[in-house]
């Protein structure tokens, strides 16, 4: 029998016309495809006429003025924005998701909990992150407005996502594999790091890349933890402002409307190629 898959379209709607409901699944699905599709061409190319004939040499000077309004700051700030979250979350959500799924008794009472608090803390809105991260790192830690503050609240946000996406991962890998390793006369704790991880290797890191689009888009958590402030940090304490919030203050402000649109193509283009390395490096991984 042929896989639906490799059918052509012809025959596929041929073969669902003869089942009213699956018709109606398949035209419901192709439409919402079509549509989610048309929206997202239209965003991007709405962004790419509004901002790319803004873009200037101005756009990307070494220090920012009112004049020039550079990027440049924000883009560094960004780019340790990304790296320290990551330092932070990405260790403890892989290990934690290790430790649910590997050594972990299953259906035990607190790994059940631990559960519920990440399905909990996955949905609450950025801006509460935001005042605890304002409340805990700025006033009672007495870190301030800085770029310390902001990437330990955005690893907090983004751990749930990476306990999650890592745990899914795991599940995958099939029992059969740790079997083989066990039968062949390896411990946990090397069938765990040789076989069990490097299998689920591909499903982590598409949840870093997530991680990542959501601390590269997130502004509500950074501007009361990390501040506004629009010059390249001396160090991890001084406050900064990423691209996300560099990009909502000019459209705010309503003075340099243009840029933000220039802002918002330069951000695109930024988290397309960090999707594109991190697959890059996820293939490399693999393959090696």
């Known amino acids: 029998m042929e896989h639906i898959n490799k059918q052509t ?9 003869k089942n009213p409901l699956s018709m109606i699944l398949f035209l419901m699905v192709t439409i919402s495809a079509i549509l989610t599709f048309t929206i997202l061409l239209f965003l991007i190319g709405y962004m790419l006429i509004k901002g790319v004939p803004h873009i200037s040499l101005d756009l990307f000077s070494w220090k920012y003025t009112t004049e020039n309004v550079s990027l440049m700051p924000a883009i560094i700030n960004t780019i340790i924005m990304v790296v320290l979250s990551l330092l932070i979350a990405v260790p403890l959500g892989i290990f934690s998701a290790i430790y649910l799924i590997e050594y972990a008794k299953r259906g035990n009472r607190i790994t059940r909990i631990v559960r519920l608090t990440t399905e909990t803390l996955s949905g609450i809105p950025s801006i509460v992150y935001g005042l605890f991260g304002l409340l805990f790192f700025v006033t009672t830690l007495g870190w301030g407005f800085s770029l310390l503050a902001g990437a330990f609240t955005l690893a907090i946000m983004i751990l749930p996502l990476i306990m999650r996406t890592t745990e899914e991962a795991l599940k995958a890998v099939p029992d059969s594999f740790r079997e083989g390793s066990y039968g062949l006369g390896a411990g946990k704790l090397r069938t765990v790091f040789r076989i069990v991880l490097p299998s689920a290797l591909p499903g982590i890191l598409a949840g870093i890349i997530l991680a990542i689009g959501r601390i590269v888009g997130e502004t509500a958590a950074l501007m009361y933890t990390a501040g ?4 390249i940090p001396s160090n991890l304490l001084s406050s900064g402002r990423t691209l996300a919030i560099h990009m909502y203050a000019l459209s705010s402000e309503g003075l340099h409307t243009d840029k933000a649109y220039a802002t918002a193509v330069v951000l695109l283009i930024i988290v397309l190629f960090i999707n594109w390395l991190s697959a890059y490096v996820a293939k490399k991984i693999v393959k090696g």
């Open 9 to 17: 379209f012809k025959s596929q709607v041929k073969a669902y016309k």
């Open 228 to 231: 506004t402030v629009a010059e």
